[in-house]
């Protein structure tokens, strides 16, 4: 599969998103106006300083911190309007979307097939088809080899591939993935970003990757970057910097 196989198939959209936390004098505002798109297939990359609401954008596409107002769709389908879920959260998540996070957190008791497979088995799937997906997801990944070894005998670039292939596991609409590299040296860390455009290119998947490693922008199909909880566009960005 190539990214070609899917154009102009949306993955995600934001509409309008605002997240407020507080009242009064204690309001904040984290995020404002934020309407974006990412198609299947394609990899973005999400840039700013701290504070500039990028984990609350994340966590909001994520379903996991609603938004105040605003909608998000998720492979075409409406998941919010403002703070109100038009899904079970919890069910959409765990078979539309997959999270990988600066920390692999892989369970330390299971060994990397089990970690993936788990992911599976939660939503049902047959311990057999579940193992088997496993081992094809840590084959494409380049760590089949290590399938048997616990989370602690395995390199921090390794647990990150392993929790990738968790991440995919349910074929996701989208992944979401929270400073991925910030535990791992240039070359591992280039390593997972360009996993990262693999899994988008092949699998069809859109993928959001939060990031402040500038090294590997490369990599991306297109880069997005917010401060004070709004997104720049580029044009603003060369205007201001």
Request: net charge neutral; aromatic share 4%.
């Amino acid at each position: 599969m190539t990214a070609a196989r899917f154009p102009g198939e949306p993955a995600v959209e934001a509409q309008d998103l605002e997240k407020i936390y507080g009242s009064g004098n204690t309001e904040v505002v984290a995020m404002k106006e934020v309407s974006f798109r990412v198609a299947r297939g394609e990899v973005m990359a999400l840039l700013g300083p701290s504070g500039a609401g990028k984990s609350t954008l994340l966590t909001a596409i994520g379903l996991i911190n609603p938004p105040t107002s605003g909608r998000i769709l998720i492979g075409g389908v409406p998941v919010m309007d403002g703070s109100r879920a038009l899904v079970d959260l919890r069910a959409f998540r765990r078979k539309h979307l997959g999270f990988v996070f600066q920390k692999a957190n892989l369970i330390p008791f299971l060994n990397a097939r089990q970690n993936v497979q788990i992911a599976l088995e939660i939503n049902d799937v047959p311990p057999r088809a579940a193992r088997g997906r496993a081992l094809e997801l840590l084959d494409y990944l380049g760590v089949a080899d290590r399938a048997d070894n616990l989370p602690s005998m395995l390199s921090g670039g390794q647990q990150q591939r392993v929790a990738v292939a968790r991440a995919l596991a349910n074929r996701p609409d989208v992944i979401l993935a929270d400073e991925p590299t910030a535990a791992l040296d240039g070359f591992r860390g280039r390593q997972v970003m360009e996993l990262f455009r693999k899994v988008a290119h092949e699998q069809g998947a859109g993928v959001i990757v939060v990031t402040h490693d500038h090294r590997a922008l490369d990599v991306f199909d297109r880069t997005i970057e917010m401060e004070d909880g709004r997104l720049r566009t580029p044009k603003q960005a060369v205007a201001e910097g």
